[in-house]
């Protein structure tokens, strides 16, 4: 979290005026105890065997909460009232309680109506004596203070920049309820809540359940719900300010949507869109679990800035703005994006509000669900887009990590709930779906879906682990799914799959043999093969035949009668599999002299992935890369694959190609895509060829016509110029160092002051090939706390532009050290983006030598004090970007210019 300001506090001499405040803040009174059921020691965060020891100990938890929400304020006031059984022996009541000075922030605390003396605070808890708790049910009360912030904090304030409104919103995920109010923050201590919330009367209050009455208090309105179903202390929360609300008035049971007051209009545009296919994806998901909607209702809450796609509460998703009113001209992988998004959270309601893991080593599976569910809802709801080709683009980021020394398993275990933090990313949120695809096609469609329908009867507002769910699977399936779960869920790495093809003395192709190894960075691995089922295709003179297979070990052989004499195999057809799949030398031949070959989308896609893989191993030149791109790209028909396409094309060049081999083939790009982005046959495809072009552009003509596209004397057909898209021009002429630059940004920013402007604004200036300015901007990331986290994630990028590597390299050791830091201080994925910035914006090999040094001298062998040493999830991490920078000096050097 964010350093506290001073004023977050109160004065203790104020605070705590009550007897027993008096004796709670100076006297540690130790009371006699006669039971048995020891604690576990105290530490820092939530351990796990304190966490298992609660289970045990306590039950039927009710927390009743009220907050107190003022305009300005630097703190939230609030009262807590919590009922819990007790088990018989239990010796102590032992709360969660986080944050700057703990014991300063609670007071007034009473058990069954008496006060309670006595009461300690020890290594983020707050500990009850169990000799005031009664047998049964028992009732502690107290007042407490949340610390309220623009950043870092778990209620976190924002301020509309256009007509000064705020919105406060709590963000809990993993275990930040403890930092706004005393509870036991771990998943499996479901608890009913009962909110009641005072805010000004122009502020609409959002919470989990349905809203029971509101009345006056003064220039407050007090709202009050109703109690929610139990649910975990993550999956509370409230959102509160001057909302618009948008309703289906012909929907049975209406979702409603929210957003701030200088986006209502907008929302108004898109409600009908989106609130339809909500209600479409809510009956569908209950058709599919055989389980109807869980909660009481259903609310969906546009935050700015949200540090998150989207956050799925249980009965109101809290979704990031921009991620779903476009502050720019969006295509049709926008919106593929936006749908996904909306399917994501809206699964979720039933994978892990209503059943919900024991602990976050389950993280992946409730945020794999999510994904693969949300993928098979876009099938199933949105037919004119590609579900399983953008779930394959999914797929590929879990590839380039499982591809790194800095891969982990899909389950992690984690001692304590402090590090939760680090097991999100790729290979929770996208080798999980995949892996629970490849289970599907294992088991088959049906049964699969039978056992997820008996998992999610049998455990409905509870939790379970995975072993739950494999076991729901056998049930279904009648398979033993042991040695596949283990293999793929509790080992790292991903297996390379090779097909080496067998012919006869005619030529024909008699049968493949299938070897699989570990694959990239999983050199510890050795000789580990991972059980999978996999459809083969070979297509001989224009005819396609599939074979089905399943890997049982390191080498496999398949016959294939009636191949014939197969200009091309694929190990990978349809995407069931997970791994690399590389193509043959006949038939990565092939495809490069025949690229329109496969008609079918899909498998077009998976082919182009192998062979964009091919040029990150250094294998095939990225200028013959870009070549087959700009060949290809006219042509192809599918949206989302041409979308992917100019991202690798953009990858390409400003990544693979060194200065020389760029500067020589810029022309030729540059052209290529203005031309397209005037003609293209729709608006999508012609704003996905503008985005490439505002990006690369860098010659005196691109620049030109950028600066073209600001006034107006260039226009795109059919595609508006909005906010982001004009500040995506001014970064890239800032970067190229354009004399006109500075000047355009001042103008568009005084235009723009919106906040979405602003933001913009603030990043594209990081763009500025300054080295001087690039570290003041750095400095202010670490020493300003009012900064908000969304403004920093969104000018990392600018800051470490590829072509200012030599300008940013100095940064770099600073960037490595404060990891520990900012771990602590920042939410869920800042560090993936921190580190995929300040390493991935490097290109020298001196940049791979300074990160392997830090990697050394933090090495937990040296004997150096805790402090010192960077932990193994950092370490991981660091190593997972230090792919990419490796992977880019190889490429340069190799196919550099003498």
Same mark, same amino acid.
């Given at each position: 979290? +964010?350093?506290?300001?001073?004023?977050?506090?109160?004065?203790?001499?104020?605070?705590?005026?009550?007897?027993?405040?008096?004796?709670?803040?100076?006297? %540690?009174?130790?009371?006699?105890?006669?039971?048995?059921?020891?604690?576990?020691?105290?530490?820092?965060?939530?351990?796990?065997?304190?966490?298992?020891?609660?289970?045990?100990?306590?039950?039927?938890?009710?927390?009743?909460?009220?907050?107190?929400?003022?305009?300005?304020?630097?703190?939230?006031?609030?009262?807590?009232? #919590?009922?819990?059984?007790?088990?018989?022996?239990?010796?102590?009541?032992?709360?969660?309680?986080?944050?700057?000075?703990?014991?300063?922030?609670?007071?007034?605390?009473?058990?069954?109506?008496?006060?309670?003396?006595?009461?300690?605070?020890?290594?983020?808890?707050?500990?009850?004596?169990?000799?005031?708790?009664?047998?049964?049910?028992?009732?502690?009360?107290?007042?407490?203070?949340?610390?309220?912030?623009?950043?870092?904090?778990? #209620?976190?304030?924002?301020?509309?920049?256009?007509?000064?409104?705020?919105?406060?919103?709590?963000?809990?995920?993993?275990?930040?309820?403890?930092?706004?109010?005393?509870?036991?923050?771990?998943?499996?201590?479901?608890?009913?809540?009962?909110?009641?919330?005072?805010?000004?009367?122009?502020?609409?209050?959002?919470?989990?359940?349905?809203?029971?009455?509101?009345?006056?208090?003064?220039?407050?309105?007090?709202?009050?719900?109703?109690?929610?179903?139990?649910?975990?202390?993550?999956?509370?929360?409230?959102?509160?300010? @001057?909302?618009?609300?948008?309703?289906?008035?012909?929907?049975?049971? @209406?979702?409603?949507?929210?957003?701030?007051?200088?986006?209502?209009?907008?929302?108004?545009?898109?409600?009908?869109?989106?609130?339809?296919?909500?209600?479409?994806?809510?009956?569908?998901?209950?058709?599919?679990?055989?389980?109807?909607?869980?909660?009481?209702?259903?609310?969906?809450?546009?935050?700015?800035?949200?540090?998150?796609?989207?956050?799925?509460?249980?009965?109101?998703?809290?979704?990031?703005?921009?991620?779903?009113?476009?502050?720019?001209?969006?295509?049709?992988?926008?919106?593929?994006?936006?749908?996904?998004?909306?399917?994501?959270?809206?699964?979720?309601? !039933?994978?892990?509000?209503?059943?919900?893991?024991? !602990?976050?080593?389950?993280?992946?599976?409730?945020?794999?669900?999510?994904?693969?569910?949300?993928?098979? +809802?876009?099938?199933?709801?949105?037919?004119?887009?590609?579900? !399983?080709?953008?779930?394959?683009?999914?797929?590929?980021?879990?590839?380039?990590?499982?591809?790194?020394?800095?891969?982990?398993?899909?389950?992690?275990?984690?001692?304590?709930?402090?590090?939760?933090?680090?097991?999100?990313?790729?290979?929770?949120?996208?080798?999980?779906?995949?892996?629970?695809?490849?289970?599907?096609?294992?088991?088959?469609?049906?049964?699969?879906?039978?056992?997820?329908?008996?998992?999610?009867?049998?455990?409905?507002?509870?939790?379970?682990?995975?072993?739950?769910?494999?076991?729901?699977?056998?049930?279904?399936?009648?398979?033993?799914?042991?040695?596949?779960?283990?293999?793929?869920?509790?080992?790292?790495?991903?297996?390379?799959?090779?097909?080496?093809?067998?012919?006869?003395?005619?030529?024909?192709?008699?049968?493949? =043999? #299938?070897?699989?190894?570990?694959?990239?960075?999983?050199?510890?691995?050795?000789?580990?093969?991972?059980?999978?089922?996999?459809?083969?295709?070979?297509?001989?003179?224009?005819?396609?035949?599939?074979?089905?297979?399943?890997?049982?070990?390191?080498?496999?052989?398949? +016959?294939?009668?009636?191949?014939?004499?197969?200009?091309?195999?694929?190990?990978?057809?349809?995407?069931?599999?997970?791994?690399?799949?590389?193509?043959?030398?006949?038939?990565?031949?092939?495809?490069?002299?025949?690229?329109?070959?496969?008609?079918?989308?899909?498998?077009?896609? =998976?082919?182009?992935?192998?062979?964009?893989?091919?040029?990150?191993?250094?294998?095939?030149?990225?200028?013959?890369?870009?070549?087959?791109?700009?060949?290809?790209?006219?042509?192809?028909?599918?949206?989302?694959?041409?979308?992917?396409?100019?991202?690798?094309?953009? +990858?390409?060049?400003?990544?693979?190609?060194?200065?020389?081999?760029?500067?020589?083939?810029?022309?030729?790009?540059?052209?290529?895509?203005?031309?397209?982005?005037?003609?293209?046959?729709?608006?999508?495809?012609?704003?996905?060829?503008?985005?490439?072009?505002?990006?690369?552009?860098?010659?005196?003509?691109?620049?030109?016509?950028?600066?073209?596209?600001?006034?107006?004397?260039?226009?795109?057909?059919?595609?508006?110029?909005?906010?982001?898209?004009?500040?995506?021009?001014?970064?890239?002429?800032?970067?190229?160092?354009?004399?006109?630059?500075?000047?355009?940004?001042?103008?568009?920013?005084?235009?723009?002051?919106?906040?979405?402007?602003?933001?913009?604004?603030?990043?594209?200036?990081?763009?500025?090939?300054?080295?001087?300015?690039?570290?003041? =901007?750095?400095?202010?990331?670490?020493?300003?706390?009012?900064?908000?986290?969304?403004?920093?994630?969104?000018?990392?990028? @600018?800051?470490?532009?590829?072509?200012?590597?030599? %300008?940013?390299?100095?940064?770099?050791?600073?960037?490595?050290?404060?990891? @520990?830091?900012?771990?602590?201080?920042?939410?869920?994925?800042? #560090?993936?983006? !921190?580190?995929?910035?300040?390493?991935?914006?490097?290109?020298?090999?001196?940049?791979?030598?300074?990160?392997?040094?830090?990697?050394?001298?933090?090495?937990?062998?040296?004997?150096?004090?805790?402090?010192?040493?960077?932990?193994?999830?950092?370490?991981?991490?660091?190593?997972?970007?230090?792919?990419?920078?490796?992977?880019?000096?190889?490429?340069?050097?190799?196919?550099?210019?003498?």
């Amino acid at each position: 979290m +964010a350093p506290a300001q001073p004023e977050i506090l109160l004065n203790p001499a104020r605070a705590f005026a009550t007897r027993a405040g008096r004796i709670l803040l100076g006297a %540690l009174l130790f009371l006699p105890v006669a039971s048995t059921a020891a604690a576990p020691p105290l530490e820092p965060g939530v351990a796990l065997e304190l966490a298992r020891w609660r289970a045990q100990q306590y039950r039927n938890v009710h927390y009743v909460l009220d907050f107190e929400l003022q305009p300005g304020a630097a703190r939230v006031e609030g009262s807590l009232e #919590i009922r819990v059984t007790v088990a018989d022996n239990a010796e102590d009541l032992i709360l969660d309680w986080r944050g700057e000075r703990a014991g300063e922030r609670v007071r007034d605390i009473h058990v069954n109506g008496l006060p309670a003396f006595g009461a300690r605070f020890i290594a983020d808890h707050l500990v009850i004596s169990g000799a005031l708790l009664n047998k049964g049910e028992n009732r502690i009360a107290m007042r407490f203070q949340s610390p309220l912030g623009a950043a870092g904090a778990a #209620i976190t304030r924002y301020t509309d920049r256009e007509d000064g409104a705020e919105y406060l919103y709590t963000l809990f995920v993993p275990s930040d309820a403890s930092t706004a109010f005393p509870c036991f923050d771990q998943p499996d201590l479901k608890a009913r809540f009962t909110l009641s919330v005072s805010a000004p009367n122009t502020w609409r209050v959002i919470g989990n359940a349905p809203l029971r009455d509101s009345f006056g208090e003064g220039g407050n309105t007090r709202h009050r719900f109703a109690p929610t179903e139990p649910i975990s202390t993550y999956l509370f929360a409230f959102a509160a300010g @001057p909302f618009m609300e948008i309703a289906e008035a012909e929907a049975p049971s @209406p979702v409603r949507l929210y957003a701030r007051r200088t986006r209502a209009e907008q929302a108004r545009k898109e409600a009908p869109a989106l609130l339809r296919l909500n209600r479409a994806a809510m009956q569908w998901f209950s058709d599919y679990f055989a389980q109807p909607f869980p909660f009481a209702k259903y609310d969906l809450v546009l935050i700015p800035e949200l540090a998150y796609g989207g956050m799925e509460h249980a009965g109101a998703s809290f979704l990031r703005e921009e991620s779903v009113l476009f502050p720019f001209e969006p295509g049709a992988s926008d919106l593929l994006r936006r749908a996904n998004l909306l399917l994501h959270e809206a699964s979720h309601q !039933w994978f892990g509000d209503l059943v919900t893991m024991r !602990w976050f080593d389950d993280l992946w599976l409730k945020e794999g669900f999510a994904n693969f569910m949300a993928a098979k +809802a876009v099938e199933a709801l949105l037919p004119e887009f590609p579900a !399983w080709v953008a779930f394959h683009t999914l797929k590929t980021s879990a590839y380039r990590t499982d591809a790194t020394r800095g891969t982990t398993p899909i389950r992690q275990p984690m001692s304590n709930l402090s590090a939760a933090k680090s097991a999100y990313g790729n290979i929770v949120y996208a080798k999980a779906p995949a892996v629970l695809r490849q289970a599907e096609y294992f088991v088959g469609e049906r049964k699969f879906r039978d056992g997820v329908r008996d998992f999610l009867r049998r455990h409905a507002y509870s939790n379970a682990s995975w072993s739950d769910l494999v076991r729901a699977l056998e049930r279904a399936s009648g398979e033993k799914l042991g040695s596949w779960a283990r293999a793929w869920v509790e080992h790292r790495g991903m297996p390379r799959v090779r097909v080496r093809p067998q012919f006869d003395q005619a030529g024909n192709l008699r049968a493949l =043999l #299938i070897e699989q190894r570990a694959a990239g960075g999983e050199a510890e691995a050795g000789n580990f093969s991972w059980p999978m089922k996999l459809r083969i295709v070979t297509v001989a003179s224009g005819r396609a035949r599939t074979y089905e297979v399943r890997l049982n070990g390191a080498r496999t052989r398949l +016959a294939t009668p009636g191949a014939g004499k197969p200009q091309f195999i694929f190990a990978n057809h349809r995407d069931y599999g997970y791994g690399q799949f590389p193509l043959d030398p006949a038939s990565q031949k092939y495809l490069l002299e025949n690229p329109q070959a496969l008609r079918e989308d899909l498998l077009r896609s =998976l082919v182009h992935e192998s062979l964009w893989e091919a040029v990150r191993e250094a294998g095939l030149d990225p200028a013959r890369y870009i070549d087959l791109l700009l060949t290809q790209l006219p042509g192809e028909r599918n949206e989302i694959i041409a979308a992917g396409m100019l991202a690798r094309l953009r +990858a390409a060049t400003l990544r693979y190609l060194g200065e020389t081999r760029r500067g020589a083939l810029a022309p030729r790009i540059e052209d290529f895509l203005f031309a397209q982005m005037l003609t293209a046959i729709s608006n999508s495809r012609r704003i996905e060829y503008f985005r490439a072009f505002a990006d690369l552009a860098r010659s005196d003509q691109g620049r030109a016509r950028l600066k073209d596209l600001l006034t107006g004397r260039i226009a795109v057909p059919g595609v508006a110029l909005r906010s982001r898209d004009r500040f995506r021009v001014l970064q890239s002429l800032l970067a190229a160092g354009d004399t006109d630059a500075p000047r355009l940004l001042d103008e568009l920013s005084a235009a723009d002051t919106s906040s979405e402007g602003r933001r913009y604004s603030f990043a594209a200036a990081a763009a500025a090939p300054d080295a001087a300015a690039k570290r003041a =901007l750095y400095t202010r990331f670490m020493e300003d706390p009012r900064l908000p986290e969304a403004w920093i994630e969104e000018a990392l990028g @600018p800051l470490n532009m590829l072509e200012h590597a030599p %300008l940013t390299a100095a940064l770099l050791g600073e960037a490595l050290a404060a990891l @520990p830091r900012l771990k602590r201080e920042r939410k869920i994925f800042f #560090i993936n983006a !921190w580190l995929d910035n300040f390493i991935g914006g490097q290109t020298a090999r001196a940049s791979v030598q300074k990160v392997g040094r830090f990697l050394d001298e933090n090495r937990p062998a040296r004997n150096k004090p805790a402090g010192k040493l960077l932990d193994e999830d950092l370490r991981l991490k660091v190593l997972e970007s230090l792919d990419t920078l490796e992977r880019t000096v190889r490429v340069r050097e190799r196919f550099s210019v003498p």
